[in-house]
């Protein structure tokens, strides 16, 4: 079992940057796929990012892609969202998820982190 914990959330002008970290306890880490979603006040839970369990292949959402860049440390236990030229409506609550490679959904997840982009 995995257990997630996100931190690196905050108040930012738009156009700046954040560094999102999501530390996992567990030694079955460094084998599962990770992945970062966010919501939003109002809105369903949206899917943002994903990284492989080798660190390999990402893939991203498209109002994201090329500003946003997903990353892990094995050795650290640990995967990044960094976030630049943030926009106001990347404003959400920013969740880090993890899966068994091939699963359908993610049964892992963390308590969340608050991005608030000010225009």
């Known amino acids: 079992q995995v257990q997630l914990v996100e931190s690196g959330g905050g108040l930012v002008q738009a156009g700046g940057s954040l560094r999102l970290s999501c530390a996992a306890s567990?030694?079955?880490?460094?084998?599962?796929?990770m992945g970062w979603f966010r919501q939003a006040p109002g809105k369903e839970r949206e899917f943002v990012a994903t990284?492989?369990?080798?660190?390999?292949?990402?893939s991203y959402a498209d109002s994201v892609k090329g500003r946003f860049t997903i990353s892990r440390d094995i050795a650290k236990g640990t995967v990044y969202l960094q976030m630049n030229r943030l926009k106001p409506e990347d404003t959400a609550v920013y969740y880090c998820?993890?899966?068994?490679?091939?699963?359908?959904?993610?049964?892992?997840w963390g308590q969340g982190t608050q991005v608030t982009v000010s225009s």
């Open positions: 567990g030694r079955t880490f460094s084998t599962y796929d």
């Open positions: 998820s993890g899966r068994i490679p091939g699963a359908s959904s993610y049964p892992y």
């Open positions: 990284i492989n369990w080798s660190g390999d292949k990402t």
